[in-house]
């Protein structure tokens, strides 16, 4: 995954290929980023962000800028670190269950008044209002999930003593104080306030970085969090530069939370390790999908659509390599262009766009130059190719590419963006290679009509996540299941007991009884120690250890 960027205007080069993908219209009286961002509600989200500066974000959609937001300083960092711990320990001190009503009454009006973030969404993503939708629905679903397993997963548990019976050991789970977190552009409200309830419920506070040009999703979210229940103090956020909000960030929390790319999150890794504090890191992915003679090439077809152009390719466990068996590669390749070719290209703030703009002229570059790169080194243009300013200005239409070969960027970079290559294989074992063959490991796909094949050749692979017969969407969305990277893709894990228990820190409680663990009743040395060998025989006959 990149960092952030701003977005400006490009226009289409003269003599350029003109885009063949349909534009969606945008239906009448469809709402605008003026009725959406007004300065009404940029007051309501802001008025507790720490910041002692201006800075703006901005619409892919068209490049204008959407609202005045305070920048923090490194200063004002701590000010929000200050304000959070001085809340921590009365929120930590609320039962668990009490802590989870206010998930649960997240959930609710997250559904309620999803209208609301679906625009915010899409006005500073550019994504398509289905793909944004998949962002309500995943932080609706973390939210009831840990609302409802939460004092499940935090509860004391019992574990045998040294001395069964006589020695009661239980195992508790305290909060680590203060979370800090640091979210990405492109998946502002999921990857930003769905990585922090688990956090939450947990017992910590948060002090939350998302990127200033999707910070009014999160800002939104937190306003909304509050209205559940939660303690303002509890959740901070602040705004600003990478480079300079980031560390202040790192320095400062007792455990870190990163999404985005592999080189910032081994800068984030290495701060955290200066301070001895745990951290978690989803990073970059080159994912892989692989389609074996046996699969249902009509169905694999459409699931690459979604698996590779959903959120415009932005998504870290998208699809970016296509591994096609020989025998259908034909067949696959004619039925996923027909599709991808028909995909319609909108703006609006309505349903009916398969997909939107990219995020920023950083990413848009770096598409360009994979694609242009790549052709010009000799591989085939199937479908797209082309920017589509007449759209937007950071268009650019879902493209697919054939005789990719690896000195070609688009070989081994992560492009994120719309563009996918096809390769052909002979058998599994190849197929199985090819898609390990990157040193990224965080998603992957099989499709096929044999289960069992199919869950043999995920065993071989690689990848954090596996996918039969679909691209990404069942593992990421399986809440109760650990989700993260294998290799340079990262390390924890969102999601399921780990995502949850990785924001606290064991603590073991032992209580001896009876007897000490020591020579006692005029035993000496030697004969504590023949008695203990005698005892631990015993336990071993009567297994009691």
Not at 9 to 16: M, Q, V
Not at 76 to 97: K, L, M, S
Not at 216 to 232: Q, S
Not at 312 to 321: D, F, H, K, V, Y
Request: neutral net charge.
């Amino acid at each position: 995954m990149t960092d952030s960027q701003a977005s400006t205007n490009t226009s289409a080069a003269p003599g350029a290929r003109v885009g063949t993908n349909p534009v969606a219209a945008a239906p009448a009286g469809a709402r605008t980023a003026a009725d959406v961002v007004t300065p009404e509600v940029v007051a309501q989200l802001t008025r507790d962000v720490v910041g002692s500066g201006r800075t703006a974000n901005h619409s892919p959609f068209t490049g204008e800028k959407l609202a005045d937001l305070p920048e923090s300083t490194p200063e004002d960092v701590e000010t929000a670190f200050d304000r959070a711990r001085a809340a921590q320990p009365v929120w930590a001190a609320i039962p668990v269950r009490a802590r989870a009503a206010v998930l649960l009454r997240f959930h609710d009006l997250v559904l309620q008044r999803q209208s609301e973030v679906l625009d915010l969404i899409q006005l500073e993503t550019g994504k398509a209002r289905l793909h944004a939708h998949e962002e309500v629905q995943a932080v609706a679903v973390a939210a009831r999930h840990y609302g409802r397993k939460a004092a499940s997963y935090l509860k004391p548990k019992r574990h045998t003593g040294v001395v069964p019976t006589l020695t009661k050991v239980t195992e508790l789970r305290q909060p680590r104080g203060v979370i800090g977190q640091i979210a990405p552009w492109n998946y502002p409200l999921e990857l930003s306030v769905g990585d922090a309830l688990p956090a939450f419920v947990s017992g910590n506070a948060v002090v939350m970085k998302p990127d200033t040009e999707t910070a009014l999703t999160a800002l939104w979210a937190r306003d909304l969090l509050i209205e559940a229940g939660l303690p303002a103090e509890v959740f901070q956020i602040v705004l600003g530069e990478g480079p300079v909000v980031g560390p202040a960030v790192v320095s400062r929390a007792d455990y870190v939370s990163f999404t985005g790319s592999t080189r910032t999150g081994r800068e984030v890794a290495q701060g955290a390790a200066a301070r001895l504090v745990g951290v978690s890191l989803e990073l970059g992915g080159k994912n892989a999908m692989l389609v074996l003679e046996d699969a249902d090439v009509e169905k694999a077809a459409a699931g690459a659509v979604r698996a590779c152009f959903s959120s415009a390719g932005q998504l870290c466990i998208s699809i970016e390599r296509l591994y096609v068996h020989e025998s259908v590669a034909d067949a696959f390749v004619e039925r996923f262009a027909a599709r991808t070719k028909a995909m319609r290209l909108g703006n609006s703030l309505a349903y009916g766009a398969d997909m939107g703009s990219l995020v920023g002229e950083r990413q848009l570059e770096t598409v360009s130059r994979h694609v242009a790169e790549a052709v010009e080194k000799g591989a085939t243009l199937v479908a797209g190719g082309v920017a589509r300013p007449d759209i937007g200005p950071l268009f650019y239409e879902p493209t697919i590419l054939d005789g990719v070969e690896a000195p070609m960027a688009v070989c081994g970079e992560e492009t994120f963006g719309p563009v996918v290559s096809i390769y052909r294989f002979s058998d599994d074992d190849e197929a199985v290679s090819l898609a390990n063959a990157t040193p990224y490991g965080l998603n992957s796909s099989v499709w096929t009509k044999n289960s069992g094949r199919g869950h043999r050749v995920a065993a071989r692979l690689r990848t954090g996540t596996v996918n039969i017969n679909e691209g990404y969407a069942p593992a990421y969305g399986s809440v109760q299941s650990p989700m993260g990277g294998m290799k340079d893709s990262g390390l924890g894990r969102r999601h399921g007991s780990e995502g949850i228990l990785k924001y606290t820190e064991a603590q073991t409680v032992a209580q001896q009884r009876l007897i000490p663990l020591a020579p006692a009743f005029g035993m000496d040395d030697e004969k504590y120690a023949a008695f203990m060998s005698r005892s631990l025989k015993a336990m071993k006959a009567f297994r009691l250890r």
